[in-house]
């Protein structure tokens, strides 16, 4: 008996050759244990060491794998073959971003947005290491932990219509993380993120279609903290209406 | 970036999609199936008690606030879904989806300071 072997489509777009991208099929051995990246590292290795493509750590922890699956975005590292056998396995760069060759993207643009929610505690003033810890009960850490497990692997972005439509909105994970710094007890620096967050191209441009959530390989909820900084925001801005609000 | 008026627009339609959520089903539920199953008292909807609920000027507010809250809900998730679908003639569909809210909401205001 012949061994089960799988056909991958897989996107390839080579900017010195190939005007568009096209897509070229690949017969690869079939085994239940593998996974997309598996598959794309046997080609590599064994097939057309011309394949592009990112990874790292294979375990789903360093967002490096993303990719589209049969037309859904998912970490390559944590889609399994067995879940597709026999049909074909269709592996496209993640839609909402520029190829920069074959499966691998240009991230700039979400890099920006990131940096500019200002991902990171934001104290009062400075906190020298003798002060000691700055204690958190369990319950502090709990309003905020689901949007620690973000690995930024941009899956949502890939997910989210509205970055299609509008290219400038902020986009899920920054303003999941921008939530997030900003529930933490730690943290002094919300009035800086709103200046993103609570523009016309943060929170607002989000028309709560949900699929950031939904394709999330760390289940965060995206969705979750956009809608929560629109109420947030909101009162922010009838507050601002009263005499004694500033 | 400058801070976004749009707290406004989507106050009321978070308002509004709590009405739509809690309060039109119950309502649904009083109007369409307790009253003719017989669950309620018979004459729970009787003429005259309905014309002391609207006559009553907080029993007008509140259905005003219901209404108006309502449409206006639907109009701006309709407006959105719009945008999501690649429909983005922005005044158009503005126009009509907020303006569609505005006059059922207008006939609705009239109709309740008529009474």
């Known amino acids: 008996m012949s061994e089960p072997v799988l056909e991958l489509e897989v996107l390839r777009y080579r900017p010195e050759t190939d005007q568009d991208p096209v897509f070229q099929t690949y017969t690869v051995p079939y085994n239940s244990d593998w996974v997309v990246l598996d598959a794309l590292t046997h080609i590599k290795d064994n097939i057309d060491r011309t394949l592009s493509f990112r990874w790292s750590c294979h375990m789903a922890v360093c967002g490096s794998c993303g990719v589209m699956i049969n037309g859904e975005p998912k970490l390559s590292c944590h889609t399994f073959l067995r879940d597709y056998y026999p049909g074909k396995v269709r592996v496209e760069p993640l839609t909402n971003f520029p190829i920069e060759r074959d499966l691998v993207t240009v991230a700039d643009d979400f890099m920006e947005k990131l940096a500019s929610v200002k991902p990171y505690v934001i104290t009062e003033e400075d906190r020298p290491v003798s002060a000691g810890e700055h204690l958190q009960s369990p319950a502090d850490l709990n309003s905020f932990k689901q949007y620690t497990m973000c690995i930024n692997c941009m899956l949502c972005y890939a997910a989210c219509p509205q ?23 730690r943290d002094a620096g919300r009035e800086e993120r709103q200046e993103i967050a609570a523009s016309n191209e943060g929170v607002w441009d989000c028309t709560f279609v949900g699929a950031c959530s939904q394709v999330c390989p760390k289940a965060v909820d995206p969705a979750a903290a956009i809608q929560q900084t629109k109420i947030a925001s909101t009162v922010d801005w009838y507050k601002a209406l009263l005499p004694w609000g500033k | ?8 627009v989507w106050s009321l339609f978070a308002g509004g999609g709590m009405i739509a959520a809690f309060v039109l089903p119950a309502m649904i539920f009083i109007t369409g199936l307790a009253v003719p199953m017989g669950l309620l008292l018979e004459n729970a909807l009787a003429y005259d008690r309905m014309l002391a609920l609207v006559g009553n000027p907080i029993g007008k507010l509140v259905l005003f606030g219901v209404i108006f809250l309502s449409l206006w809900h639907a109009a701006h998730r309709l407006r959105m879904t719009l945008h999501d679908l690649g429909i983005r003639s922005g005044r158009v569909a503005m126009l009509a989806c907020y303006g569609v809210a505005g006059l059922a909401s207008i006939a609705a205001a009239v109709v309740l300071l008529s009474i």
Request: no cysteine.
């Open chain 1, 163 to 185: 970055m299609g439509l509008t290219p400038d909105f902020v986009g899920p994970a920054a303003l999941a993380l921008a939530h997030r710094y900003n529930l933490d007890t």
């Open chain 2, 1 to 8: 970036m400058a801070k976004s008026n749009k707290p406004i």
